[in-house]
């Protein structure tokens, strides 16, 4: 019967096609924002995350060394100590020496600044970070001298170093592999949810608005017509 009656008012099955395209669009440009967006937010989130953690390692990683320092002085201690923060935390680890400790300690290999993010640590005494690859973040802090300090370390001109002078930087590097599969998966999965959850509502709401828009009006323009 619907379908005859759809045949008799030809203007009926243009408004559902009408309705039919609007539904599709809306839900489409839904399905787009959410690609957009959710990726974007999800991203935003885990690099601040990200972020939070590698101060967070830094702050517990420079106070564990330098109270093994002060107390010990043991270079096997303090190498012990950040082994033991890389195991736990799953990171890679470089300590970097400032001018003042190269001249009091002489320069080692693996402890220079072999880049621009590293040496403007050292001379600004700020915190930066940036990415090394896609997936390999790098957080680069700086260690500042406190009176402690001034027992075991020396300014330039050989006297006792002033407080607040950087003495040198943490670099901690995390490879975030794990982390990018696990937000892809949790994309898939959220996107397939609300995709399949938006285009069934759609539907519901098209046959509603179907039944009540054009087979009612069918209806009473018939009985017009009667």
Known sequence: MNKALMENHPEKKELQKRIFKIFAAVTLLFAV???????YRLY??????????????SELLKS?????MIN??????????????KKKYEFEFRMVRSQHVEKQHGVLEDEQATDELLK?????????????????FRFVSPFIADERC????????GGMIAPGQVLGASEIIFDLSAQENDSVRLIAEILILLVVSLFSMSWVLYMVIKK???????IVDDEEIS
Do not use: M, Y
């Open 44 to 57: 935003t989130r885990d690099v601040q995350d990200i972020r939070q953690n590698a101060r967070e390692i």
């Open 150 to 157: 001034q027992e075991c370390h020396e300014s330039k001109d």
């Open 120 to 136: 403007q640590v050292l001379k600004t005494g700020k915190s930066r970070d940036d990415w090394i690859d896609r997936t390999t």
């Open 33 to 39: 924002f959410l690609l957009v967006v959710l990726p």
């Open 64 to 68: 564990g060394l330098l109270s093994t």
């Open 212 to 218: 009540g828009l054009i087979e009612g009006k069918t």
């Open 72 to 85: 010990t002085g043991e270079a096997e201690l303090v190498r012990s100590l950040i082994n033991d923060f």
